[in-house]
């Protein structure tokens, strides 16, 4: 049985790690899913403030176009060309050359107006239109090959975005600017490489306890040019998406595990209740054994004529006899009253009985072992007298004197004592016996408990304090214990009067 436990035992402990170790790994899992979930959220709003600051960009004075102004030129105008070309043989070869020209005009002049008067949009745009009939050569030209666009939409952006640059220089400060909007904190940095970047790239975290997304987006392909935006990632910004998630699976953990700790738990309180059981039916035998053996030596001496002759030793027969049946009739009103649930329910006889005779009495009949040295003092007032019943009293004090021999050295001095007061009396049996452990002391009144200094073969079910408190409430009193290992031990019990 203590096997099969034991096995059981530690089945259970790998169970409940293996479950951990998965619920571990699944929230790991779980964790590199939403992590993922965010970095891609996270790409998706910065690559947005990336096109939002081309916009401002694109909205911005020109800070290229300027140098080029004549004398005399009011307006610059920039007009991007774009040209394609495809050559054919035994594959289609598609070549795209973007070519970005710079033309100075002056709206005033071909609008015929007087210079300095102020122009409507209206009139801007009619002077664009009449510029560009009228282009010869550019102030400014650039070519750059756009093979690498996948179609002509994505060259004609290109080609924008290196006007836009022209324009306006994409600069740190300003993504920063608006990255901060948004609640983005992240590190900047402007490449400028030889071959050409035409779509973002996203690198995502490396590691799973810092990560920290990386991406780069071109902003002036033609040119390769392009941002790198390296954005670390909190991951408590990642633990409150996932709440229900951990909420449910730290209930369903420690269910799972307090059920099968509860399973374990039982499991060996059962064991324990099982070696309880076979305890006290041993001890219960053990203890049966003495006054029936002595009835039946008893028994067997009154049979014998000569024995019975003899009137001085028939008396002792006759008295050892009334002796074991009291011993066992008190043996079974002990078991019969521990069995009570509540102590209301014990029957008590309530009667006028003298403290200081009933200890007499009992140090009178303890048997004392063969090789100890017992002394009982009685300090008792002689005139002192107690409403209790009788033979309860004299089963409570009898338990602690035998308990006070029993649990001693070679010899043991236990002293008696009362004090009354308050519609009280306060009674003390004390010795100096080996004393009861820090440990063992809160345990005593249990009902089988048994502390070290049981051990042994000391005889004993760990009934006998559990019974002594169970009377001693009965009566309406309390018990309590002061002991110090080597020192002795001395119990107090309290009954109303």
Same mark, same amino acid.
């Given at each position: 049985?203590?096997?099969?436990? =034991?096995?059981?035992?530690?089945?259970?402990?790998?169970?409940?790690?293996?479950?951990?170790? !998965?619920?571990?790994?699944?929230?790991?899992? %779980?964790?590199?899913?939403?992590?993922?979930?965010?970095?891609?959220?996270?790409?998706?709003?910065?690559?947005?403030?990336?096109?939002?600051?081309?916009?401002?960009?694109?909205?911005?004075?020109?800070?290229?176009?300027?140098?080029?102004?004549?004398?005399?030129?009011?307006?610059? !105008?920039?007009?991007?060309?774009?040209?394609?070309?495809?050559?054919? $043989?035994?594959? &289609?070869?598609?070549?795209?050359?973007? =070519?970005?020209?710079?033309?100075?005009?002056? +709206?005033?002049?071909?609008?015929?107006?007087?210079?300095?008067?102020?122009?409507?949009?209206?009139?801007? *745009?009619? +002077?664009?239109?009449?510029?560009?009939?009228?282009?010869?050569?550019?102030?400014?030209?650039?070519?750059?090959?756009?093979?690498?666009?996948?179609?002509?939409?994505?060259?004609?952006?290109?080609?924008?975005?290196?006007?836009?640059?022209?324009?306006?220089?994409?600069?740190?400060?300003?993504?920063?600017?608006?990255?901060?909007?948004?609640?983005?904190?992240?590190?900047?940095?402007?490449?400028?490489?030889?071959?050409?970047?035409?779509?973002?790239?996203? =690198?995502?975290?490396?590691?799973?306890?810092?990560?920290?997304?990386? !991406?780069?987006?071109?902003?002036?392909?033609?040119?390769?040019?392009?941002?790198?935006? /390296?954005?670390? #990632?909190?991951?408590?910004?990642?633990?409150?998406?996932?709440?229900?998630?951990?909420?449910?699976?730290?209930?369903?953990?420690?269910?799972?595990?307090?059920?099968?700790?509860?399973?374990?738990?039982?499991?060996?309180?059962?064991?324990?209740?099982?070696?309880? %059981?076979?305890?006290?039916?041993?001890? !219960?035998?053990?203890?049966?054994? %003495?006054?029936?053996?002595?009835?039946?030596?008893?028994?067997?001496?009154?049979?014998?004529?000569?024995?019975?002759?003899? *009137?001085?030793?028939?008396?002792?027969?006759?008295?050892?006899?009334?002796?074991?049946?009291?011993?066992?009739?008190?043996?079974?009103?002990?078991?019969?009253?521990?069995?009570?649930?509540?102590?209301?329910?014990?029957?008590?006889?309530?009667?006028? #009985?003298?403290?200081?005779?009933?200890?007499?009495?009992?140090?009178?009949?303890?048997?004392?072992?063969?090789?100890?040295? /017992?002394?009982?003092?009685?300090?008792?007032?002689?005139?002192?007298? #107690?409403?209790?019943? %009788?033979?309860?009293?004299?089963?409570?004090?009898?338990?602690?004197?035998?308990? +006070?021999?029993?649990?001693?050295?070679?010899?043991?001095?236990?002293?008696?004592?009362?004090?009354?007061?308050?519609?009280?009396?306060?009674?003390?049996?004390?010795?100096?016996?080996?004393?009861?452990?820090?440990?063992?002391?809160?345990?005593?009144?249990?009902?089988?408990?048994?502390?070290?200094?049981?051990?042994?073969?000391?005889?004993?079910? $760990?009934?006998?304090?559990?019974?002594? =408190?169970?009377? &001693?409430?009965?009566?309406?009193?309390?018990?309590?214990?002061?002991?110090?290992?080597?020192?002795?031990?001395?119990?107090?019990?309290?009954?109303?009067?």
């Amino acid at each position: 049985m203590e096997k099969r436990i =034991k096995a059981l035992y530690i089945i259970t402990i790998i169970a409940i790690f293996a479950f951990l170790c !998965m619920q571990g790994y699944w929230l790991f899992n %779980r964790y590199e899913y939403s992590l993922t979930e965010y970095e891609r959220d996270l790409s998706e709003r910065i690559a947005k403030c990336v096109d939002d600051y081309n916009v401002i960009r694109e909205k911005s004075s020109d800070t290229i176009a300027d140098p080029l102004k004549q004398k005399g030129t009011d307006n610059v !105008m920039t007009i991007p060309t774009f040209s394609l070309k495809q050559e054919y $043989g035994d594959t &289609v070869k598609t070549t795209r050359t973007a =070519k970005i020209s710079t033309y100075l005009f002056s +709206a005033h002049e071909l609008l015929g107006l007087k210079p300095g008067t102020p122009l409507t949009d209206a009139q801007k *745009n009619k +002077a664009m239109e009449l510029a560009q009939l009228q282009m010869n050569e550019p102030a400014d030209s650039a070519v750059f090959d756009a093979s690498g666009a996948k179609d002509e939409k994505e060259a004609w952006v290109a080609t924008k975005n290196v006007i836009t640059e022209r324009k306006c220089p994409f600069s740190i400060e300003g993504l920063d600017s608006v990255l901060n909007k948004t609640g983005i904190k992240a590190k900047i940095n402007l490449n400028c490489a030889d071959s050409m970047v035409w779509h973002p790239e996203v =690198k995502n975290h490396q590691s799973t306890f810092s990560p920290c997304l990386l !991406m780069t987006i071109p902003y002036s392909q033609l040119e390769g040019r392009s941002v790198t935006i /390296v954005c670390p #990632i909190n991951p408590f910004d990642i633990l409150p998406g996932m709440w229900q998630t951990l909420l449910i699976s730290s209930l369903i953990s420690i269910l799972l595990i307090a059920c099968l700790v509860s399973q374990i738990s039982t499991v060996l309180k059962l064991s324990r209740l099982d070696n309880m %059981r076979n305890s006290f039916i041993t001890t !219960m035998i053990h203890e049966l054994k %003495r006054p029936v053996s002595t009835l039946k030596m008893c028994v067997s001496g009154l049979g014998n004529e000569k024995m019975m002759s003899d *009137n001085a030793l028939k008396a002792t027969l006759l008295n050892e006899t009334r002796n074991a049946l009291d011993n066992l009739s008190a043996y079974f009103s002990k078991l019969r009253d521990i069995t009570f649930n509540n102590v209301e329910q014990i029957p008590l006889a309530i009667g006028e #009985i003298n403290l200081h005779a009933l200890i007499d009495t009992i140090a009178n009949n303890t048997t004392i072992p063969s090789g100890k040295d /017992v002394k009982i003092i009685n300090n008792i007032d002689e005139s002192l007298t #107690i409403s209790a019943d %009788r033979t309860h009293m004299f089963n409570i004090f009898n338990n602690l004197v035998e308990n +006070a021999i029993k649990y001693s050295g070679d010899s043991v001095e236990i002293k008696a004592s009362a004090d009354t007061g308050d519609g009280t009396v306060e009674i003390s049996i004390c010795d100096n016996g080996n004393g009861i452990s820090k440990r063992d002391l809160h345990h005593v009144f249990k009902r089988f408990y048994r502390g070290n200094a049981s051990s042994g073969d000391l005889p004993g079910m $760990g009934l006998g304090l559990t019974y002594v =408190k169970l009377l &001693v409430n009965a009566h309406g009193g309390v018990i309590s214990v002061d002991s110090s290992v080597g020192e002795g031990t001395c119990f107090t019990i309290k009954l109303p009067q």
